[in-house]
């Protein structure tokens, strides 16, 4: 991500958090999770995207998210579509079991500006 704010075939993942250029505030997928569970009792991921320093992203029928998708390590646990211009804000909650620890991994994909995604969040089964 050079002089360009994003990139349409590689994956868009801020290095710099304290440092965050607008259009990643726009597109980050933020995941809020507790930090320890128990082994295969479920819990509520939530996932957000963008909305940071109140900079949400568009919902339009030429520009909107297209898709959220959630991971355990590099395992796919959900992804939900979204159509244009029926959501205010992108907001998903998934129902998650984890049989060991594991990092969650967020990503989700603008039909303008590529594929985002946010700080990995660890879940420690305990
Ligand atoms: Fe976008």
Same mark, same amino acid.
């Given at each position: 991500?050079?002089?360009?704010? @994003?990139?349409? #075939?590689?994956?868009?993942? /801020?290095? =710099?958090?304290?440092?965050? /250029?607008?259009?990643?505030?726009?597109?980050?997928?933020? !995941?809020?999770?507790?930090?320890?569970?128990?082994?295969?009792?479920? @819990?509520?991921?939530? !996932?957000?995207?963008?909305?940071? =320093?109140?900079? &949400?992203? /568009?919902?339009? %029928?030429?520009?909107?998210?297209?898709?959220?998708?959630? *991971?355990?390590? =590099?395992? %796919? !646990?959900?992804?939900?579509? @979204?159509?244009?211009?029926?959501?205010?804000? *992108?907001?998903?909650?998934?129902?998650? #079991?984890? /049989? &060991? #620890?594991?990092?969650?991994?967020?990503?989700? @994909?603008?039909? %303008?500006?590529?594929?985002?995604?946010?700080?990995?969040?660890?879940? #420690?089964?305990?």
């Amino acid at each position: 991500m050079s002089n360009v704010e @994003f990139s349409l #075939t590689k994956l868009n993942k /801020p290095t =710099d958090w304290n440092n965050l /250029p607008g259009m990643a505030k726009k597109h980050v997928p933020i !995941i809020e999770a507790p930090a320890q569970v128990k082994a295969n009792e479920p @819990f509520n991921v939530k !996932i957000k995207v963008g909305g940071i =320093d109140g900079i &949400e992203h /568009p919902n339009t %029928l030429s520009h909107w998210i297209n898709w959220v998708a959630l *991971y355990a390590e =590099d395992r %796919l !646990i959900a992804k939900i579509e @979204f159509g244009a211009e029926l959501t205010n804000q *992108y907001v998903v909650n998934v129902h998650v #079991t984890l /049989p &060991e #620890t594991a990092t969650l991994r967020a990503q989700e @994909f603008c039909n %303008l500006h590529g594929v985002w995604e946010g700080k990995p969040q660890k879940v #420690t089964v305990a």
